[in-house]
């Protein structure tokens, strides 16, 4: 199912662009975080929040307080999610790149009202940051749920960009003797730090030493 | 020196503000990538890409083809740069956070024409990729600095929203037996793979080696 809209439609470096869901799909479900874009009193805005997909939206939530997230029901939004794999080191500065994967989604985004569609919206979300941690938590009072506000955007009008494999430098440069290649980045996750207002010994549970393993 | 404006005041969560040049640039300088949103006819757009501070600006770069800068000279853009620090694992979902530094600017850009000053930005780009690296290239050739736009974005109106330290949870949920604390986020780099049309036998310099160490 290709999302390629007009708008959608990668223009510059062309042949990094991708439609299908199961690339973006995928891009959405490895990254946690995304950066909003909306028009507040004609000047745009980006926020960072965190994002989760469930089937063919992706969620948001926060505040009902939140001003980013009233205008994303009531004007089209922009949702850019944004993965780097690495550092592209070319024999000149000019063709010096990152290699990246990152989505586009546009649309309006519409509240989430109904009471198991929210629920189930706010798990994938803390199921997101810290996976297998559910089970273990305190339920959610339904002040809690009451109190967050839960948007969703459908995944109709979206597009990829992605750029991997070694630099590519002009021709004759080839020949000059300048190490080229590219530095993975690696992202990956510290000694988990106890909280210092624990008033009880409990051991470090497996979700949190196999942190998003 | 304050760059807090009515625009860039935080109001969720205000206490996370700050607006002091020493931790706004901190946070600019440690960041490489940032998404700039601009309004295309009548929408937001929110894109990716590499930034350098220097001085009192914030430099983007790319093709003169490209659509985001020339926006970004001819209305006012919002850039903002997200690190992420660690995950906040709290007694109840809801507690759950993340630690970041965020950084907000806004204004309107302007084009770097001046030689010197773009040659400049150039080299502060590349040096933010890879430290230590400009030595070793083939130098930029004028076709190369006559064909990559460069502008700047003067840091004046511009906000940091910063979240660390434990989880803040409901007073009543410290008694249950759940662990609760930071997980960090830590960003490395990997072995280094070199280019495979490398035409010569080059060894790893040492600025690779320890990239961006």
């Known amino acids: 199912m290709s999302v390629q809209t007009d708008r959608t439609t990668v223009k510059r470096l062309a042949d990094r662009g991708r439609y299908d869901r199961e690339t973006i799909d995928a891009i959405l479900d490895e990254a946690y975080l995304c950066h909003v874009g909306m028009v507040v009193d004609g000047s745009p805005v980006v926020i960072p929040t965190l994002q989760a997909r469930v089937g063919d939206h992706l969620i948001l939530h926060g505040s009902p307080a939140s001003r980013m997230l009233r205008g994303a029901t009531t004007q089209e939004i922009c949702v850019t999610v944004t993965l780097v794999d690495g550092f592209v080191l070319a024999r000149s500065a000019f063709h010096h790149s990152i290699n990246y994967r990152s989505v586009v989604v546009l649309g309006q985004a519409e509240k989430v009202t109904d009471e198991a569609d929210k629920a189930a919206a706010l798990d994938a979300l803390v199921e997101k940051l810290t996976p297998g941690r559910i089970p273990f938590l305190r339920p959610m009072s339904d002040?809690?749920?009451?109190?967050?506000?839960?948007?969703?955007?459908?995944?109709?009008?979206?597009?990829?960009?992605?750029?991997?494999?070694?630099?590519?430098?002009?021709?004759?440069?080839?020949e000059l003797p300048i190490w080229a290649g590219v530095v993975p980045l690696v992202t990956s996750y510290g000694t988990p730090i106890t909280d210092p207002a624990m008033?009880?010994?409990?051991?470090?549970?497996?979700?949190v030493v196999d942190f998003r393993a």
Chains 1, 2 share one sequence.
């Open 143 to 174: 002040k809690e749920v009451k109190g967050t506000t839960v948007i969703r955007l459908a995944l109709t009008e979206a597009s990829a960009k992605v750029r991997s494999g070694p630099p590519g430098d002009d021709e004759e440069d080839y």
């Open 199 to 207: 008033r009880m010994e409990v051991p470090i549970p497996d979700h």
